[in-house]
């Protein structure tokens, strides 16, 4: 995967095209605020990162599209995203094309058809990415991913902050997280996790999910079983409280429990008869009426013994009256008229006194009043004696009646009991019936026992064959390899401690010189120049190692001004302009010779047809020098902006 072109559009249409040698040096050079150093922003953009990092200025004002042209071995892509629209940050949106020799879309052509994600997906896989996911540790919280082209970014791009730093080896390494992420893709990239070793540690993914899930299974029917024996006693326990299994021996076996809650199945509930709720409510009726009846003769009774005693009162006052009167039986009489006489009168005399006449009629009153009462007497004796009777009845009959409600209700009671038990009973027989289904059988207990020792042996056997794949040897093997290149390079360039072997460390992610007295990290290390030589010498290698042994990682790498280290001073540098006069004057020709010499024999010697694109501001009259220029240099005009495009506002 190389550079083929980069193209950017103007609001109103315009195009402006950068073609690159896809083999070989490639030199954009001039003076400062052209554009140089957004170039690897723009191949970054349309490489599928969303991230929109082009600086602001000219460039986000007048470009309305970005494109790339990448060329891979039988076709080319291209990429063209907006800028992020109302001054974003970031753009998810893109266009994709396809074909083996492309055309450049006009700016009316340009139309979103897919996203990012979509980008690095087809990026990873033209570029042959295997299959993979980064090995993580169980102990470690972060989680796995798959390594894509994005994860190829850090060994594409030497920005100038980067170039000659010698704190940081790798472009944003010095970002959260992205130093684990490098440790965890290279090995990836560099093919010591091959595809193999993915789909074998897929499968192990697999089998270790399939067996955790074995095992609770295996785990749970263990359980079962263990507590069986007291469900199974309990519930026989139930069922025999509610009548659906009869009086057993406590004593009995696991087996004996189970035949017996087995029979439970089969339990029919008790045919319960209608209730008669009529007929209790005809007897409440009845008792009620001769229980009214009961209180009507009663009240009768009360009335005639009330008058009985009142006559009885009369009868004694009467009596008493006629005792006082009886004084009167002491005057004579005559015996011829039966009449009482007068003892004060003249024999023979009439009683026609006045007080003769009083007491006599009393007398005669009173006697008379006597006769009947004592006459009434009989009467009203026979008349309470019949109403005691009829009393008598109804009480007999009151006491009849209640027995008969008393009955029909406990009749009642029975059968709601009868209806409650079978309610019972069906709930005890319902936990049964699902205690049983559930209730592991043997040949279910051994199934799951035979099936967690295959998965278990699988389980071994890949964790076996992933163990002899000795990645960390491989490991250490490609990184020796590497470094081995590194210390060849290093002294191509001459640098401080090119004497001693230099080491490329994945875990602290540097340069490290082993000294025989101890090692030094390209940290503890001095100089720009020298800085420079370590970061180039440690890329140069690793792309080596891609290109000879076919590993995904793109053919091209882009150098942001690398000469500066060699200029007196920033200022003096970014002063050369792309000018031959004022680098001859200020710059050290023979290193700024020297390293592009290194460079444009790295392409044709040591990696024939790699891609490199440097941006600068120096230029030499070296006439390899000039064949490597992408354009004359940029002086505004010309510059990667035209400055007649307009701004978004002036469309």
């Known amino acids: 995967m190389k550079i083929r072109s980069i193209h950017i559009y103007s609001h109103d249409g315009q195009r402006r095209d950068l073609q690159f040698k896809v083999k070989g040096l490639n030199v954009i050079t001039g003076r400062s605020s052209t554009g140089k150093s957004a170039l690897s922003e ?13 600086p602001e200025g000219i460039i986000r004002d007048k470009v309305a599209w970005f494109a790339v042209i990448y060329q891979f071995e039988k076709e080319q ?38 996203d990012d994600d979509s980008i690095v997906e087809l990026l990873s896989r ?11 540790a169980l102990e470690q919280s972060r989680a796995s991913y798959n390594a894509n082209v994005k994860h190829t970014f850090f060994y594409l791009f030497q920005k100038q902050g980067l170039v000659a730093n010698k704190d940081q080896l790798f472009y944003r390494q010095n970002e959260q997280h992205l130093p684990q992420a490098i440790r965890d893709t290279l090995p990836i990239l560099l093919g010591v996790s091959s595809h193999d070793r993915f789909e074998l540690e897929a499968n ?95 009240a009768r009774i009360d009335s005639a013994r009330q008058f009985a005693k009142r006559a009885g009162g009369y009868e004694n006052e009467a009596t008493e009256q006629i005792d006082r009167l009886t004084s009167i039986k002491s005057l004579p009489k005559n015996p011829d008229s039966g009449e009482w006489q007068w003892p004060f009168s003249e024999r023979n ?65 029975v059968i709601a009991q009868m209806g409650s038990r079978n309610n019972a009973a069906a709930r005890v027989v319902g936990r049964i019936s699902l205690f049983l289904e559930t209730l592991p059988q043997n040949e279910e207990l051994a199934r799951l026992k035979s099936e967690n020792r295959r998965l278990i042996k699988r389980v071994t056997q890949l964790e076996e064959e992933i163990g002899t794949d000795d990645s960390d040897e491989r490991l250490a093997s490609i990184l020796n390899n590497i470094s081995a290149q590194v210390t060849r390079f290093i002294r191509k360039f001459e640098a401080e401690f090119q004497d001693f072997p230099a080491r490329l460390n994945l875990s602290q992610l540097t340069i490290i010189f082993d000294r025989p007295e101890r090692p030094v990290p390209m940290s503890r290390t001095g100089g720009g120049e020298n800085h420079l030589a370590y970061h180039l010498s440690a890329l140069l290698a690793l792309h080596l190692f891609a290109a000879q042994n076919n590993r995904p990682i793109p053919r091209f790498l882009l150098i942001d001004q690398p000469t500066q280290v060699y200029f007196p001073s920033e200022k003096v540098y970014k002063e050369a302009d792309g000018s031959f006069q004022k680098t001859e004057a200020d710059a050290d020709l023979n290193s700024v010779r020297r390293l592009f010499d ?51 506002d002036g469309v």
């Open 42 to 54: 723009i191949i970054e953009y349309c490489m599928g990162r969303s991230t929109f990092n082009v």
């Open 204 to 298: 192990l993914r697999i089998a270790q999910r399939d067996l955790r899930i074995s095992n609770k299974k295996l785990e749970q029917a263990l359980d079962a079983v263990d507590t069986s024996h007291e469900q199974a006693i309990s519930l026989y326990s139930e069922a025999t409280a509610v009548g659906v299994i009869g009086s057993a021996d406590e004593n009995q076996n696991a087996d004996a429990v189970i035949e017996g809650l087995s029979s439970v199945l089969s339990w029919q509930p008790e045919k319960v008869p209608d209730d008669d709720a009529s007929r209790i409510s005809l007897l409440e009726e009845e008792l009620a009426q001769l229980r009214q009846d009961r209180r009507d003769t009663q």
């Open 126 to 136: 033209l570029l042959g990415i295997p299959e993979n996911r980064t090995e993580v």
């Open 598 to 648: 290194l460079l444009l024999k790295y392409t044709q010697d040591d990696v024939p047809g790699f891609q490199l694109i440097v941006t600068e501001h120096a230029n030499l009259r070296d006439q390899r020098f000039q064949d490597a220029l992408v354009e004359e240099p940029w002086t505004k005009p010309p510059a990667l902006v035209p400055e007649e495009w307009p701004s978004l």
């Open 77 to 114: 892509v291209l990429v063209a995203k907006p800028t992020p629209p109302r001054g974003g940050a970031s753009c998810r949106t893109a266009m994709l094309r396809r074909g083996s020799e492309l055309q450049i879309p006009e700016f009316k052509d340009l139309v979103v058809n897919t």
């Open 349 to 413: 005399l009439a009683l026609d006194s006045p007080l003769a006449a009083v007491l006599l009629n009393e007398l005669e009153s009173l006697d008379k009043e006597l006769r009947v009462a004592t006459g009434q007497r009989p009467k009203l004796e026979a008349y309470l004696a019949e109403l005691t009777a009829q009393a008598d009845g109804i009480a007999a009959e009151v006491r009849q009646k209640e027995t008969e409600l008393s009955a029909a209700i406990a009749a009642n009671e």
